[in-house]
Structure formats: C-alpha cells, structure tokens
C-alpha cells in the first residue's frame, strides 16, 4: 500500500470519527427535536482536506454512525446527504478556505436543506417536515459560520501544508 494511500485512510478514518462524535455531541437543543452540533463543520472539512472518495466516505459513515446511535429512522438518508455535502467541496486549492470551498457552503446548505425535508417527508408528513426546516436552516448557518473560523485559523497557521 502507497504511503500516500494509508495517509488518506487514517485521515478518512479520523475526520469520520470527528463526524459522528461531534454530530452526537449536542450543542443545543431545539423544540421541535432538532439540535446544533459540530458534525457538519467535519464533513466540510473532509471535502477540503481529503480526495473526493475518501471525504464522501468520511461524511457518509460519520453522520451515519451518528444517526444510527441517536436517530436510526435518519441513518440511511444522512448516509445519502453527508456524502454528496462532501462533493461540494474541493481540496485542490493549497487553502480550506478559498473561494472555491467558501462558495461551496450554498449547495451544501441547500442540499442538507432539501435531503432533509425531503426525507422527513417520507418518514412523516409534509407538516412534520415544514416545521423542521427552521432547525435544519439554524444548523446550517451554525456549521458554516464556524467553518469559516476553524478554516480561516487553520489556513493561518498553514495546516493543510502539515497534514
């Protein structure tokens, strides 16, 4: 096995590791049983620090190992949605946060948005699904915003580089 392959394994392994416990790790609750947590921010991270198969791997099998503890009827579509989230991003560029990978928060927000209606939609109901979309969109603009500080001091401290 190439070096650079086993590099990208652990890392996979890793940042699917910080997925799932950080999407389990509650930041806050929300009325309705949606709730804040810092999952996201390391799928976005997978598809800035990893090759495109490996971040689809990592977003996948953390959020879904997280759903499948804490919300299993959610497992199978948070598998589907985290790793097309991790497509939106890219790690060509030498920064987490460029342009590019900044951009890229609109369809991963739309996509969380939509594969998240769309899937309570077939669990429950059009209602239970409208009712749900304030949560999904705080969440959203949470993982984004901090996004955006951890990848601007990583990119500080020229962190891609090292890793």
């Not at 609109?106 to 939609?121: K, V």
């Not at 669990?123 to 990848?151: D, K, M």
Request: glycine share 6%.
């Amino acid at each position: 096995m190439k070096r650079e392959s086993l590099h990208h394994i652990v890392l996979t392994a890793l940042l699917a590791a910080l997925t799932a416990a950080l999407t389990m790790a509650r930041l806050f609750s929300l009325p309705n049983g949606g709730y804040v947590h810092l999952g996201d921010l390391f799928v976005y991270l997978a598809g800035c620090l990893l090759p495109t198969p490996y971040a689809m791997a990592a977003a996948a099998i953390g959020g879904g190992l997280a759903d499948l503890f804490g919300a299993p009827a959610y497992a199978v579509p948070t598998v589907v949605i985290k790793a097309c989230i991790a497509l939106c991003f890219s790690a060509k560029p030498k920064k987490i946060l460029c342009p590019r990978n900044a951009l890229a928060l609109l369809p991963a927000a739309a996509i969380t948005l939509g594969g998240y209606f769309l899937a309570e939609r077939i669990l429950y109901n059009w209602h239970a699904a409208l009712l749900t979309l304030p949560a999904n969109a705080l969440q959203v603009i949470a993982s984004a915003a901090l996004f955006a500080l951890l990848g601007f001091a990583m990119d500080r401290a020229e962190l891609k580089k090292k890793i």
